[in-house]
C-alpha cells in the first residue's frame, strides 16, 4: 500500500469563541497530483491550506507526513514547511523585501544556505515562473500577476516536494490564469505536487486530477475529477454547479478520463463539437 505525502485525518478546528472551521475532516494528498479543494465561499478551504504546513495547529485529528503524525515544535516545523511550501491569495500579504530578488532569496538564506547556493535557487525559481527579468525590479511597482509569480517563487526557492495554493487564479485576468497556469504545469512536470483551492468547478475540472469537495468545514467526497463533478447532488449540497465542460462533455457522448485532463480541455470539447456540427452541416463560430 502507498504511503500519501500528507494526509489528514479527522480533523477539526475551532477559532476563538468556539466557532467550528473544521470538523471530522479527512483529506489525502497523493505524490505528483493536482488536488482542487473545491468549495463555496465559508466552507472552509483557507483554514484547512493553513493546517496542511502547520501554520494552524488542529484542535482534534492529525495530519500524517509520510504516515507518520506531524509535529508542532519549532524543529518539525521547519522541517515540515521544508517540505510544504504554502503560497497565500494575496500575494502583499507574502512579498515585504525591497527587490524581488532579495524577497526570494529570503527563504533559502533563513535555512542556512550559502549565498552561492541561494542565488543559484533564485535564479531557478525566477526562470522557472519566467519572470527573470524582474530580478531587480522593487516588489511595490510589479503588478498583481507579476507579484504572484514572485510569491510562487518565493516558495519554490525552498524546493518543497507539496506547493500548496490558496485561490492562485483569483484576481487574474484570462491572460494571466494561463500564464499562471502555464508555470504551474511546468512545475508539477518537474515532479512538484500540487494543491489549490478554488471555488470555480471550470478549473478544478479543466486542470485537477482529483478534486475534494469541502462543504461546512468538512470533505464530502475526494476522488478523480470527473467522477467527482458529474455528480450533481453532491455538487447541489455543496452550492456548486456542475462546470459547463464536462455538460458539453456529456452531452456530445465523450467518454472521460479522469485522469487525463487533456481530454477535458476547452479547445479538445470545441473541436468536437465543431466536427459534429459540420457533419450535421452546421457551424459555429471559432472563437
Keep these: 500500500m502507498t504511503v500519501s505525502l500528507l494526509a489528514i485525518l479527522g480533523l477539526e478546528y475551532r477559532y476563538p469563541g468556539q466557532i467550528v472551521a473544521l470538523r471530522d475532516l479527512n483529506l489525502t494528498i497523493e505524490r505528483g497530483r493536482k488536488l482542487a479543494l473545491l468549495g463555496a465561499n465559508g466552507s472552509g478551504k483557507t483554514t484547512l491550506l493553513l493546517h496542511l504546513n502547520g501554520t494552524f495547529q488542529p484542535t482534534g485529528g492529525a495530519a500524517l507526513l509520510d504516515g507518520q503524525p506531524a509535529r508542532y ?29 532579495q524577497d526570494v532569496s529570503f527563504g533559502p538564506l533563513n535555512l542556512g544556505l550559502s549565498e552561492a547556493e541561494t542565488r543559484t535557487r533564485v535564479r531557478e525559481a525566477l526562470e522557472a515562473l519566467r519572470i527573470a527579468p524582474l530580478a531587480v525590479r522593487a516588489t511595490h511597482t510589479l503588478s498583481f500577476g507579476q507579484k504572484k509569480r514572485v510569491a510562487i517563487a518565493g516558495v519554490l526557492a525552498m524546493r518543497p516536494e507539496l506547493l500548496v495554493l490558496d485561490e492562485p487564479t483569483a484576481g487574474l485576468d484570462a491572460h494571466g490564469v ?13 515532479g512538484t505536487t500540487l494543491v489549490f483551492s478554488t471555488h470555480d468547478a471550470e478549473l478544478a475540472y479543466s486542470w485537477a486530477d482529483q478534486v475534494a469537495v469541502l462543504h461546512e468545514g468538512t470533505v464530502l467526497a475526494q476522488g478523480e475529477t470527473t467522477a467527482v463533478l458529474e455528480n450533481r447532488d453532491l455538487l447541489s449540497r455543496a452550492r456548486l454547479k456542475p462546470p459547463l465542460l464536462l455538460e458539453l462533455a456529456q452531452a456530445l457522448g465523450v467518454q472521460q478520463n479522469g485522469a487525463d485532463p487533456p481530454s477535458r480541455s476547452r479547445e479538445v470539447l470545441l473541436a468536437l463539437l465543431r466536427a459534429r456540427l459540420r457533419g450535421a452541416d452546421l457551424q459555429i463560430p471559432d472563437r
Design 178 to 190: 494561463t500564464h499562471l497556469l502555464s508555470a504551474l504545469q511546468r512545475l508539477h512536470d518537474a
Design 73 to 101: 515544535d519549532r524543529r518539525s516545523l521547519n522541517h515540515w514547511r521544508r517540505r510544504v511550501g504554502l503560497v497565500l491569495q494575496e500575494p502583499d500579504d507574502q512579498l515585504f523585501a525591497a527587490t524581488v530578488e
